[in-house]
């Protein structure tokens, strides 16, 4: 497979987990009627996603330390899909944590 072929087929995925997490937790919110506990599921699956963002600043200091990261040029068109991609992945992330804590809370 090309590049261009997993890249789509990653995007594609991001953007169903993407529409999967904000449907069902607009059901859920319906069916548990904001109360506490749904709450409380929210609130650490949010903590769970924030690692995700510690660990792409993390990524990203480490790589622009490196010297032949700072030779390569990324397009602009490159930067916004690896971003498409880091957000899809976040959201599938809050998902598995709304799954978990939904079921453990």
Do not use: C, H
């Not at 919110?29 to 949010?46: F, G, I, S």
């Not at 690692?51 to 792409?56: F, R, S």
């Amino acid at each position: 497979m090309s590049e261009n072929t997993i890249l789509l087929i990653l995007i594609l995925a991001a953007v169903v987990f993407t529409f999967w997490l904000y449907i069902w937790r607009a059901v859920r919110q319906v069916k548990n009627m904001n109360d506490e506990r749904w709450n409380l599921v929210l609130l650490k699956a949010k903590s769970v996603t924030e690692i995700t963002y510690w660990i792409l600043i993390l990524a990203v200091a480490i790589l622009i330390m490196m010297p032949e990261i700072q030779k390569i040029t990324f397009s602009l068109n490159r930067i916004l899909t690896y971003t498409i991609l880091f957000f899809g992945f976040r959201n599938l992330v809050e998902l598995i944590g709304l799954f978990y804590y939904e079921r453990t809370l």
